[in-house]
Nanobody
Framework: QVQLVESGGGLVQAGDSLSLTCEAS????????VGWFREPPGKDRDFIVA????????YVADSVKGRFAVSRDNAKNSVYLAMNNLKPEDTAVYYC????????????WGQGTQVTVSS
């Protein structure tokens, strides 16, 4: 059974930086990819970034390109979302996902972590 646990959310001010962590456990192969989605209040859940399990392939949505970055630590089975120059519109629940076959369809979701950016 795969488990994803997010951490690092909180309340910050516009212009601040914040880093989220996703710790993955369970049976995960090298074909997998880890992604981050976010759901702003009253809006749909959107894709933000993804990284292959070996860390060699990364995707970043245009909406956050230049401000957000994704990385991973192989030894810790963790994926990090570094968010810089945060804006009030970045306020959302952020979810970590695991796509076992990197087919663009997440198979597992974390519980989500709230990020609130005040103006």
């Amino acid at each position: 059974q795969v488990q994803l646990v997010e951490s690092g959310g909180g309340l910050v001010q516009a212009g601040d930086s914040l880093s989220l962590t996703c710790e993955a456990s369970g049976r995960i192969t090298s074909r997998a990819a880890v992604g981050w989605f976010r759901e702003p209040p009253g809006k749909d859940r959107d894709f933000i970034v993804a990284i292959s399990w070996d860390g060699t392939i990364k995707y970043v949505a245009d909406s956050v390109k230049g401000r957000f970055a994704v990385s991973r630590d192989n030894a810790k089975n963790s994926v990090y979302l570094a968010m810089n120059n945060l804006k009030p519109e970045d306020t959302a629940v952020y979810y970590c996902t695991l796509d076992l076959e990197s087919d663009g369809r997440p198979d597992y979701w974390g519980q989500g972590t709230q990020v609130t950016v005040s103006s």
